[in-house]
């Protein structure tokens, strides 16, 4: 078994949520954050539209498949700073240095970012 837990941190939290939730099997475990000045959890069954209504202000949303957990956070980059080796090994999953096959899809890491400092710059789905 393999067990492993990592943070991706992102300014697209919903989009890069949905892509792990919808295309890489993911399961929401809960979206952590505040309403106003308490903090406060919601499982999965809330969707962001009912969030939106409360004022919810999302710290971070985890996800897990199997042995891996994953938070989405706000922050920053665009993307995720992620490797395709990374994803492949936590989820023995086929990869080469840019992709990534998780079943029947194949995810790309297009790198792009400031010198020394690579960001990934997209996940391509196909």
Do not use: C
């Not at 992620?82 to 492949?88: F, M, V």
Request: proline share 5%; net charge negative.
């Amino acid at each position: 078994m393999h067990l492993f837990h990592y943070h991706l941190v992102t300014s697209k939290v919903r989009e890069v949520e949905a892509r792990y939730l919808g295309k890489l099997g993911f399961t929401l475990v809960a979206r952590h954050g505040r309403i106003g000045e308490d903090t406060t959890s919601f499982e999965s069954g809330y969707g962001w539209e009912d969030l939106d209504r409360m004022g919810f202000k999302l710290r971070l949303s985890a996800l897990e498949r199997g042995g891996v957990n994953v938070v989405v956070q706000p922050g920053q980059w665009e993307f995720p700073e992620l490797k395709a080796s990374t994803l492949g090994e936590l989820l023995a999953a086929p990869y080469t240095h840019d992709s990534v096959m998780v079943g029947d899809t194949l995810v790309r890491f297009v790198p792009d970012g400031p010198q020394g400092r690579p960001q990934l710059h997209a996940e391509l789905f196909v």
